[in-house]
């Protein structure tokens, strides 16, 4: 594969000429219909021909909620090791909460393609938003725990679910010991069933960082306690903050660094972001709200206003404005170079994978790069 950044008067069929390629393998790969229009500074996939070097072994995972498009789920799963479907919810007292849409049709895809699917467990009140009461009130309950684990050994039997990613956010400080204590219970009797679990880590930086994402999780702990973790490598740029990299590449690997003085390579998925952001401008705190895009979405907003894609190289970002009914914008997405790099970052540490939040829109060039990247196992 090679990486190409599109020119200014660029064509795909100039430049599937100079590559020599089909016109219909550049425009399938990167998502491009007809009539084959293109933004300046663009980065294209490239099938080319040649050797294939060595490629490190890697686990892929990606969430998607039920309602995810049976097209979208079934061309992503070849791809995938894991497939962590979203999600279940659960009482003070230990009962499971179903998601409000069937999850079987996603259990029988998964298994249809050999992918491993797991149930996502998160601490959700009736509004949607992650409770810390609701997890200050089990971690700290014996009884409570054990009926959790349980009911969630009684649903993973019977749907045939692999393992459990347990996706806790905003704990408490004071809940940090009781939360990794209850992740290891949670373990033992998965692992004695023959389920796994993995646990969501909030990206830290040092063992004592300040904040609500970030004082509940114990690092070294947490890495002991579960199968496998993922660092949740995203949200630098977010909904209600300025205009930045989702994941820019220097504060991921600020994370990553971190990461392995406390937990083993071999159990560490990198976090990666399958979105972008486009706001509005002036950025005003308190009053802005992001839109959330898909990668693909970003590159016809930019075809549709004329935009020049700029590329951060700190951050191995991409980015552009553009200008609609007045009111400027600023987007920030990803592409095959801010994910080479990602990639990149995965080889540089051996870690064991990566984990895609989230994989309802199709980025397909994605795929298609980490396929030529890795050995998907």
Same mark, same amino acid.
């Given at each position: 594969?090679?990486?190409?950044?599109?020119?200014? %008067?660029?064509?795909?069929?100039?430049?599937?000429?100079?590559?020599?390629?089909?016109?219909?393998?550049?425009?399938?790969?990167?998502?491009? *219909?007809?009539?084959?229009?293109?933004?300046?500074?663009?980065?294209?996939?490239?099938?080319?021909?040649?050797?294939?070097?060595? $490629?490190?072994?890697?686990?892929?995972?990606?969430?998607?909620?039920?309602?995810?498009?049976?097209?979208?789920?079934?061309?992503?799963?070849?791809?995938?090791?894991?497939?962590? +479907?979203?999600?279940?919810?659960?009482?003070?007292?230990?009962?499971?909460?179903? !998601?409000?849409?069937?999850?079987?049709?996603? +259990?029988?895809?998964?298994?249809?393609?050999?992918?491993?699917?797991?149930?996502?467990?998160?601490?959700?009140?009736?509004?949607?938003?992650?409770? %810390?009461?609701?997890?200050?009130?089990?971690?700290? %309950?014996?009884?409570?725990?054990?009926?959790?684990? $349980?009911?969630?050994?009684?649903?993973?039997?019977?749907?045939?679910?692999?393992?459990?990613?347990?996706?806790?956010?905003?704990?408490?400080?004071?809940?940090?010991?009781?939360?990794?204590?209850?992740?290891?219970?949670?373990?033992?009797?998965?692992?004695?069933?023959?389920?796994?679990?993995?646990?969501?880590?909030?990206p830290k930086t040092s063992a004592?960082? !300040?904040?609500?994402?970030? $004082?509940?999780?114990?690092?070294?702990?947490?890495?002991?306690?579960?199968?496998?973790?993922?660092?949740?490598?995203?949200?630098?740029?977010?909904?209600?903050?300025?205009?930045?990299?989702?994941? @820019?590449?220097?504060?991921?690997?600020?994370?990553?660094?971190?990461?392995?003085?406390?937990?083993? *390579?071999?159990?560490?998925?990198?976090?990666? @972001?399958?979105?972008?952001?486009?706001?509005?401008?002036?950025?005003?705190?308190?009053?802005?709200?992001?839109?959330?895009?898909?990668?693909?979405?970003?590159?016809?907003?930019?075809?549709?206003h004329g935009a020049v894609i700029?590329?951060?190289?700190?951050? $191995?970002? @991409?980015?552009?404005?553009?200008?609609?009914?007045?009111?400027?914008?600023?987007?920030?997405?990803?592409?095959?170079?801010?994910?080479?790099?990602?990639?990149?970052?995965?080889?540089?540490?051996?870690?064991?994978?990566?984990?895609?939040?989230?994989?309802?829109?199709?980025?397909?060039?994605?795929?298609?790069?980490?396929?030529?990247?890795?050995?998907?196992?």
């Amino acid at each position: 594969m090679e990486i190409y950044i599109v020119q200014a %008067n660029d064509t795909v069929d100039r430049i599937a000429q100079e590559f020599q390629v089909p016109v219909s393998q550049i425009t399938e790969v990167n998502q491009i *219909v007809y009539p084959f229009a293109l933004a300046v500074g663009q980065a294209l996939l490239i099938p080319t021909a040649g050797s294939i070097p060595d $490629q490190p072994e890697v686990v892929t995972n990606g969430y998607a909620y039920p309602f995810i498009n049976s097209y979208v789920l079934r061309t992503t799963l070849p791809f995938l090791t894991d497939l962590s +479907i979203f999600s279940y919810g659960f009482t003070e007292s230990g009962d499971l909460v179903p !998601p409000t849409l069937s999850d079987l049709w996603m +259990i029988e895809a998964a298994g249809m393609a050999g992918v491993h699917a797991i149930l996502t467990l998160t601490p959700m009140d009736e509004q949607g938003r992650f409770s %810390n009461q609701l997890i200050h009130t089990v971690v700290n %309950n014996p009884t409570a725990i054990n009926a959790l684990i $349980q009911n969630l050994l009684t649903v993973m039997k019977e749907k045939g679910y692999y393992g459990v990613d347990v996706d806790f956010e905003y704990i408490l400080a004071e809940d940090r010991d009781a939360f990794t204590t209850f992740v290891a219970e949670l373990t033992s009797a998965m692992n004695e069933n023959e389920f796994v679990t993995s646990v969501a880590l909030a990206p830290k930086t040092s063992a004592d960082q !300040p904040g609500l994402l970030y $004082q509940g999780k114990d690092y070294g702990g947490l890495g002991a306690a579960a199968n496998s973790v993922l660092l949740m490598t995203y949200e630098w740029g977010y909904t209600y903050g300025p205009p930045m990299a989702v994941a @820019p590449i220097n504060k991921v690997r600020q994370v990553v660094e971190y990461a392995v003085t406390e937990i083993p *390579v071999n159990k560490i998925n990198l976090g990666i @972001p399958n979105y972008g952001y486009d706001w509005t401008l002036p950025f005003v705190s308190g009053e802005s709200k992001a839109k959330t895009i898909g990668n693909v979405e970003a590159i016809q907003i930019a075809i549709r206003h004329g935009a020049v894609i700029n590329f951060d190289e700190v951050a $191995q970002t @991409p980015y552009f404005r553009y200008l609609e009914n007045g009111v400027e914008h600023e987007v920030w997405f990803e592409d095959v170079r801010s994910m080479q790099a990602k990639f990149n970052l995965v080889k540089e540490f051996s870690l064991r994978g990566m984990g895609y939040w989230q994989l309802m829109r199709l980025f397909l060039a994605n795929w298609v790069l980490l396929d030529d990247q890795f050995v998907i196992i």
